[in-house]
Nanobody, 124 residues
Framework: QVQLVESGGGLVQAGGSLTLSCVTS????????MGWFRQAPGKEREFVAA????????YYADSVKGRFTISRDNAKNTVYLRMNNLQPEETAVYYC?????????????????WGQGTQVTVSS
């Protein structure tokens, strides 16, 4: 079992920045590819970014490319999501997730473990 706890959400003005963190415990963190997803009210959960076990590759949704950066520190069992130039439509609960797949996936079903989420609210 893996437990994931997100933090770093909050209220930010449009154009602002936030950094989310997700600390894991349980099985070896470096055994998992990690991803970030978000879910706005009334919408489906959507892929944001993912990173391989060794940070060799990262993947992003087209809507966040160039503004968001995913990274991880295996020594600290933590994955991060740096978000710049946030927009009101990106208001959502942001979730981190762990996958046993070697190559990260953009699909929710590819992830085995999920955190409880952290709220990000972007005001206009």
């Amino acid at each position: 079992q893996v437990q994931l706890v997100e933090s770093g959400g909050g209220l930010v003005q449009a154009g602002g920045s936030l950094t989310l963190s997700c600390v894991t415990s349980g099985r070896t963190f470096s055994s998992y590819a990690m991803g970030w997803f978000r879910q706005a009210p009334g919408k489906e959960r959507e892929f944001v970014a993912a990173i391989t076990r060794t940070s060799s590759r990262t993947y992003y949704a087209d809507s966040v490319k160039g503004r968001f950066t995913i990274s991880r520190d295996n020594a600290k069992n933590t994955v991060y999501l740096r978000m710049n130039n946030l927009q009101p439509e990106e208001t959502a609960v942001y979730y981190c997730a762990a996958s046993t797949r070697f190559i990260p996936d953009t699909q929710v079903m590819a992830y085995n473990y999920w955190g409880q989420g952290t709220q990000v609210t972007v005001s206009s």
